[in-house]
């Protein structure tokens, strides 16, 4: 072998060689970036964390049944279980870099898809690899997915069809988002059938609708089989519990009602994309308009085609969501949820890079580029007035957090865009080359500094975190499920994060509510206080901290009496022979209708009274209080919707065979618009038990 030869062979290893050396240089930057921070996204983490590691797959509620299997192995790493996952983050993330060089390949030189496919790595959804969240593995699936799809365009119709098919049914087992992705992965087949038959003009729409039935029904056979095998009949749903349950609920909204909504979210996408991509917009618009991009010999045609139909069904789905949700607050319709298509953002990359080698056309070609940049140039103008109007944040649209501030370099990145578009115009590589060497470092820049001061945040423990590891510390792992975490919105989840048991008590106050004894459950052994709370007369903390509590709680003596479900009617042989004040029995229990319910018993109730009643409130009584009384016995307790259990302790006489709850506001769901129900309902009743107090706590 001649020594050009193996000078030949030793550079045509290098791009390969750089690539590894840039992994694993990523792979070291980002796990030094987030291995020890404390956890950051709730109620997300702690329920994928919950579902990989605490219960059967059966019972998981989202139907991420592979992506929980595999990462249900950080359970061996004990409490380090976060920073486990955070590796496997960063191994699934990294490890698509080969997948995003063999797609920019097709269109650049070896060394330009090597840089981009890192560049892709360092692009701000690198941010997901610190949470307990799927993004990094749904990441490396789009871009095997993308590879299969680009390069089975040399392969067998049936071979294409068959990988790319299996490729989106293991993804739908990672997020099931990637069943949105299956009418573009269909379209592409049927491009590529027409691709095919270009040179013979054979005939190809049969082939093509063919090949994406079949990829269909393989996405789908994956799906359901693998579903199946790993939780049972409830991996046989297409969106399991929870997304299940959203659909229904979004279904009863019309499409025209979801219209203005939508339209205000993809106005927000398209200036905020314009503000950070706009070359690769211009490049990838450009691509699919022009006829020549369609000739068999043009890999820029697959690419902009698979391009265009992935990023644009996942972009219309962040808008459709957000669309959904637009009326749960009045910030919820401005959110940028750009994470719901940041995995196809590495494309838009690869079409950018692929402008460099473009060649520059006479003036009478350059009116489509003309009317492209004034397309762009209208986003960028709407993005510099109205985007600050948009609610941008981090876990959500990492990409964007820094585009509604008016910095020097935020100016300056809207100024350099502005620029490439109008130099495209009349010289498309150099603006193509201006893209990769000066915008893209720029805008990964300015993300990178939102990223790294968000992690930021996340290095010192907030209350909640210093609760759960105390809480950890202090309860015995056979008592842990017998703990009531009493905290305000998301920090219930935190805390739960550290205590790691599936099934806590959880109770959401204010910050400064005081914890009523009736609150505590029958069976808690522990509470968790986070916050300033007070505590009920004569608990003292077990642990006490800065903003927190943990509390062993007495065992008090009581004996059991009887228990009543409200699901049955009463009658000689339960504990409660009559009732007034109730509506119907149904499956669950029965509702209150009126003001006054009144519960008959067969003997007197024991003078030294405990009703333990499983109960939620309706609409206006959400919070408020109802009285329970034995004769002249009575005490307050407030119930949120959901049914709670509440520890009422009364002293009678001894002699009453009845308890009345005076219920403070009877509403009809008929007068609140959501139901044609008339009948007058207060409280929701599923259980009862009288117990006998024996001794004091």
């Known amino acids: 072998m001649t020594q050009s030869v193996i000078d030949k062979q030793a550079r045509s290893r290098l791009p390969a060689l750089f690539l590894a050396a840039g992994m694993a240089l990523v792979a070291w930057y980002l796990m030094q970036r987030t291995l020890g921070l404390y956890p950051g996204v709730f109620v997300d983490e702690w329920y994928y964390s919950k579902m990989a590691r605490l219960v059967p797959l059966s019972e998981a509620v989202l139907p991420s049944y592979l992506y929980l299997l595999v990462f249900s192995a950080s359970s061996a790493c004990d409490p380090g279980f976060l920073d486990c996952a955070r590796i496997g983050n960063v191994l699934f993330h990294v490890g698509a870099a080969p997948f995003l060089y063999l797609v920019a390949r097709r269109v650049v030189p070896a060394p330009l898809a090597c840089a981009v496919a890192l560049l892709a790595l360092l692009a701000p959804l690198n941010l997901y690899t610190t949470f307990f969240m799927p993004e990094s593995m749904y990441f490396f699936g789009f871009a095997v997915l993308a590879w299969v799809a680009l390069a089975g365009m040399a392969w067998r119709p049936l071979h294409h069809a068959l990988a790319a098919g299996a490729v989106l049914g293991l993804m739908s087992l990672v997020k099931v988002h990637a069943v949105f992705l299956l009418p573009a992965l269909c379209l592409f087949l049927v491009y590529a059938a027409w691709s095919r038959a270009q040179p013979t003009r054979q005939p190809w729409l049969a082939h093509g609708v063919g090949a994406a039935l079949l990829a269909a029904l393989t996405a789908a056979a994956i799906k359901l089989l693998l579903g199946w095998l790993l939780a049972g009949e409830n991996g046989l749903t297409l969106f399991g519990a929870f997304y299940g349950a959203g659909a229904s609920s979004a279904s009863q909204h019309s499409l025209l009602s979801r219209l203005f909504p939508a339209s205000v979210s993809a106005r927000g996408h398209a200036m905020a994309l314009a503000v950070l991509l706009a070359f690769p917009l211009a490049a990838l618009l450009h691509a699919l308009l022009r006829p020549a991009t369609y000739r068999a010999a043009d890999p820029l045609g697959p690419l902009a085609v698979f391009t265009a139909l992935s990023f644009g069904s996942a972009l219309g789905l962040a808008v459709l969501y957000t669309a959904s949700i637009a009326n749960d607050g009045p910030l919820e319709g401005l959110r940028l949820h750009s994470r719901y298509y940041s995995f196809a953002l590495p494309l838009l990359l690869v079409v950018g890079a692929a402008a460099t080698r473009a060649q520059d056309d006479k003036p009478v070609r350059r009116l489509l580029r003309a009317a492209i940049v004034v397309l762009l140039g209208a986003l960028l103008a709407g993005a510099w007035i109205r985007l600050p109007g948009f609610d941008p944040r981090i876990t959500d649209s990492p990409e964007f957090t820094a585009l509604v501030k008016r910095e020097p370099l935020v100016i300056t990145l809207f100024l350099l865009q502005a620029l490439l578009l109008v130099a495209w115009l009349r010289w498309r590589r150099a603006a193509a080359w201006g893209f990769v060497l000066l915008a893209l470092p720029l805008a990964l820049h300015l993300t990178d500094v939102e990223v790294r001061t968000y992690l930021g945040h996340l290095a010192a423990p907030a209350p909640a975190d210093r609760a759960g590891l105390a809480a950890r510390d202090a309860i015995p792992l056979a008592e842990r499920g017998d703990t009531m975490i009493v905290a305000n919105g998301a920090d219930l989840f935190r805390t739960q994060f550290y205590i790691d048991t599936p099934e806590l008590t959880l109770l959401d106050l204010p910050d400064g509510a ?69 509506a119907n029995v149904e499956p669950w229990g029965r509702w209150s209708e009126g003001k006054r319910i009144e519960l008959r018993f067969a003997r007197p109730l024991p003078a030294r009274l405990t009703v333990v009643l499983t109960a939620g409130a309706f609409g206006p009584n959400i919070g408020e209080a109802f009285v329970l009384r034995a004769g002249e016995a009575e005490a307050s307790f407030r119930l949120p919707w959901e049914a709670r259990e509440v520890v009422l302790d009364l002293d009678t006489d001894g002699r009453q065979q009845s308890l009345v709850i005076e219920v403070p506001h009877p509403k009809r769901p008929s007068e609140l618009g959501n139901s044609t129900d008339t009948r007058e309902l207060g409280i929701s009743l599923t259980r009862l038990r009288i117990e006998e107090r024996t001794s004091a706590p």
Do not use: M
Request: charged letters at 15%.
């Open 514 to 582: 005081p914890v009523e004894a009736y609150r505590l459950p029958s069976g808690a052994r522990w509470l968790v206080a986070v916050g300033s709370h007070g505590l009920p007369p004569g608990l003292q903390p077990t642990v006490a901290g800065d903003g927190f509590a943990v509390v062993k709680l007495p065992r008090p003596q009581r004996s059991r009496i009887g228990e009543y479900a409200f699901n049955v009617a009463p009658g000689p042989n339960q504990l409660v022979q009559a009732a007034s004040g109730l």
